[in-house]
């Protein structure tokens, strides 16, 4: 079966902080990984990566994947108290996405 | 271009009774996909369509359970005889292409009574 796991599950950290969130997967016929931020409704697209080792940039916000070591970080600099939220990660495969359970961030003004 | 349409946004439904959640995908797009998050769960793949077409449903519930995805008109997942349990936030998304980067709706949040 399909797994994705994300970690840590919750990080508080204070405003201007980097953090790092951490995505393992397990996934059969393996097509991409991507980051989502979830706050109080819609799951909304940060990135797609379908490539090992290539960075994806976005503001403050960066990620990357390995798919040798099946792992994707997503980087936060100067975190801001609107990078409050749930980030997801999924993995793309067989033409659905397995989600993790998602990292719980809270950036304390 | 608007977003990936969901309503109603919130549906109240008693035990035994029917629940129909709807789902305009973007311009564009002819893919579809259904989700499920329970409370402090994560998101649950349910079933994935294309106009006319269920093409994966091995995750949708085996009773009561039934989505389709008309030639005209949105996407309908349909819910028979509602339980509790199956109280959660439904969310659509969809994509222009399998294997694409899918976008989500505002989903639809479920409670039975």
């Known amino acids: 079966e399909d797994k994705v796991v994300q970690s840590p599950l919750s990080l508080v950290v204070h405003e201007g902080d980097t953090v790092t969130l951490n995505c393992s997967y397990e996934?059969?016929?393996?097509?991409?990984l991507l980051w989502y931020k979830q706050e109080k409704k819609a799951p909304t697209f940060l990135f797609m990566l379908?490539?090992?080792?290539i960075e994806k940039k976005s503001g403050r916000l960066s990620s990357i994947l390995d798919k040798k070591e099946l792992f994707s970080i997503l980087n936060i600099t100067a975190t801001q108290t609107g990078d409050s939220a749930v980030y997801l990660c999924?993995?793309?495969?067989?033409?659905?996405?397995?989600f993790g359970t998602g990292t719980r961030l809270t950036i304390i003004p | 271009n608007a977003g990936v349409m969901q309503n109603p946004r919130h549906l109240v439904r008693r035990r035994g009774q029917e629940a129909r959640l709807r789902c305009s995908p973007m311009?564009?797009?002819?893919?579809v996909y259904w989700y499920r998050q329970l409370p402090e769960e994560g998101l649950k793949f349910m079933v994935y369509?294309?106009?006319?077409?269920?093409?994966?449903e091995s995750g949708m519930p085996k009773e009561r359970f039934s989505a389709e995805f008309p030639k005209e008109g949105p996407s309908i997942l349909r819910i028979q005889q509602v339980v509790r349990g199956d109280s959660a936030a439904y969310f659509c998304?969809?994509?222009?292409?399998?294997?694409?980067?899918?976008?989500f709706g505002p989903g639809t949040r479920l409670t039975v009574t």
């Open positions: 998304a969809s994509s222009p292409q399998g294997n694409y980067e899918q976008y």
């Open positions: 996934v059969t016929n393996f097509r991409s």
């Open positions: 379908t490539s090992s080792g």
């Open positions: 999924a993995v793309l495969g067989n033409e659905k996405l397995t």
């Open positions: 311009k564009g797009h002819s893919h």
């Open positions: 369509l294309q106009k006319e077409n269920i093409i994966d």
